[in-house]
């Protein structure tokens, strides 16, 4: 555990006049955290539900494809979308 | 599942980062150099230099690129930060497109935010013909590049020229025959130092408003307050108590003429919740039953008749809310999902409405999530 104290800052420093107050940006690590998170997230659910459809009757397995088809295209949407945000935060504006 | 898939959501509160050249590319040469344009600054703790905006003059450290860009939740703080520390969502609008296909979202109310929500940085610095331009020009930026990347996706918001009701009705002629949906208007302008809403200072711009059904989307903070009750309490207190504001704005209005003397006005709370409502509405009943023989307000409409008729009010996870939604108005409700502010679920805001929706009927999702935004915002479906 870490014996450093946290810095404290005062509320003066952290609120600003208005409803600047409420600008809590998702930030790139945090978006990025949560796309990590959903993609493995998917793939463990591809995972379990092809193990399911495999010992399933060709009835059941019907559904069961048509939900494991919509996890593998959000998976793939997920995984684009990590790349796209990557390929245009290099070509964010640069300022003045 | 009650969510179905051909329900579409509308978030009638998300948000935008202004890219630096909105004002640049808009403003005259010679406003060009007070105008608001990117600088950069020497960030306290080091690292590459935070850009921020200046403005007649004025750095405001708080840019809208501000507070969290670049740290792990537990060291949120406000700080400025720069562009390539963002999402590219924020402030590209076909970047923001796909953000919002991945999270489900079909259509987005953005509130600007460099403006402050409703505008009212531009009350600030001394030339007004500056300020006016600047209005002018942000609108210009909000219906011709962000809302005209996706016209059927982007519900186009516009500000105003607060400092002056006739210019501000005439921006809202201006804009509103180009296409705005609503317009940004402070929760309460009063501590602005603007004349307060029972006055009748307003009366031209509210019925305006009713002219081109415009609903007023008066978001929480633009007041300039923020609820702080104890000096040295930590950010966490105000964070929680924001939708407060919210409830200061809806008894203001309540008990105020606005709604007798403009009975078409529609006014949106926006990132309010909806959890607090039912108390609001029946204690305002119960003060109007009370206490309204020997005040100055209106003898004939309960305050919860006037909401009806009037309000509508929006969140992003309030189950207490949702459970009330009888008593908050069917009709009231409208969704939002504040991206890209932290408090979004992007990238699973619909995969969490599906929770969230889970035991409420089919009927009642589709209104909150899509037909109510539509019908309050004059926002049709695209013809396919």
New interface residues.
């Given amino acids: 555990m870490s014996q450093e104290k946290a810095e404290t800052l005062p509320p003066e420093a952290m609120l600003g006049p208005s409803d600047w107050d409420d600008e809590d940006l998702l930030t790139v690590v945090e978006a990025s955290e949560r796309l990590v998170e959903e993609i493995k997230a998917s793939r463990e659910r591809i995972r379990q539900a092809e193990e399911v459809s495999a010992e399933q009757s060709l009835v059941h397995r019907a559904a069961e494809v048509a939900g494991l088809e919509a996890e593998r295209k959000r998976l793939e949407e997920l995984m684009r979308a990590a790349e796209r945000i990557r390929t245009a935060q290099a070509n964010a504006p640069k300022g003045p | 599942m009650p969510l179905q898939d051909d329900m579409q959501l509308i978030s009638v509160d998300d948000?935008l980062?202004e890219?630096?050249?909105v004002w640049a590319d808009r403003l005259l040469p010679k406003y060009q150099e007070v105008g608001p344009?990117?600088?950069?600054v020497p960030r306290a703790k080091g690292g590459p230099p935070s850009?921020v905006w200046e403005y007649q003059g004025k750095t405001y450290p708080?840019i809208?690129?501000?507070?969290?860009?670049?740290?792990?939740?537990?060291e949120?703080?406000?700080d400025p930060s720069?562009?390539?520390?963002?999402?590219?969502?924020?402030?590209?609008p076909v970047?923001r497109l796909?953000?919002m296909?991945?999270d489900g979202v079909e259509a987005a109310l953005c509130f600007p935010?460099f403006p402050?929500?409703?505008g009212?940085v531009f009350l600030e610095g001394e030339d007004r013909d500056v300020a006016l331009a600047c209005v002018k020009a942000f609108n210009d930026f909000i219906l011709d590049e962000w809302c005209a990347a996706a016209p059927h996706r982007y519900i186009p918001l516009v500000i105003l020229p607060l400092w002056d009701v006739d210019l501000a009705v005439a921006e809202v002629h201006r804009t509103a025959a180009r296409g705005a949906k609503t317009i940004a208007f402070p929760e309460n302008p009063s501590p602005l130092g603007l004349p307060s809403i029972h006055t009748d200072h307003w009366d031209p711009l509210f019925s305006v408003a009713e002219e081109y059904d415009l609903p007023l989307s008066l978001?929480?903070?633009?007041s300039?307050?923020?609820p702080?009750p104890s000096?040295?309490?930590?950010?966490a207190v105000?964070?929680s108590l924001?939708s407060c504001n919210s409830m200061y704005a809806l008894s203001d209005l309540l008990f105020s003429p606005v709604f007798h003397r403009h009975p078409k006005l529609k006014v949106a709370l926006s990132?309010g919740g909806i959890g607090w409502v039912p108390f609001m509405l029946e204690r305002a009943d119960y003060v109007w039953e009370r206490h309204r023989f020997y005040q100055n307000v209106n003898q004939e409409h309960r305050p919860s008749e006037l909401y009806f008729k009037h309000v509508y009010s929006c969140f992003i996870e309030d189950r207490h809310g949702l459970q009330s939604r009888d008593e908050v108005g069917l009709d009231n409700i409208l969704w939002e999902c504040d991206?890209?502010?932290?408090?979004?679920n992007?990238?699973?805001s619909r995969k969490i409405a599906e929770e969230v929706f889970m035991k409420v009927p089919d009927e009642d999702v589709h209104k909150i999530v899509e037909l109510n935004a539509r019908r309050v915002f004059n926002f049709p479906r695209a013809e396919q």
């Fill in positions: 948000h980062i890219h630096p050249r344009h990117i600088v950069e850009q708080q809208g690129l501000n507070a969290v860009a670049g740290k792990k939740p537990e949120y703080g406000i720069r562009y390539d520390e963002m999402l590219p969502g924020c402030y590209d970047q796909a953000d296909d991945l935010s402050r929500f409703a009212t978001h929480f903070g633009t300039g307050q923020s702080r000096p040295d309490g930590p950010l105000s964070i924001f990132e991206y890209p502010h932290s408090d979004s992007w990238p699973n």
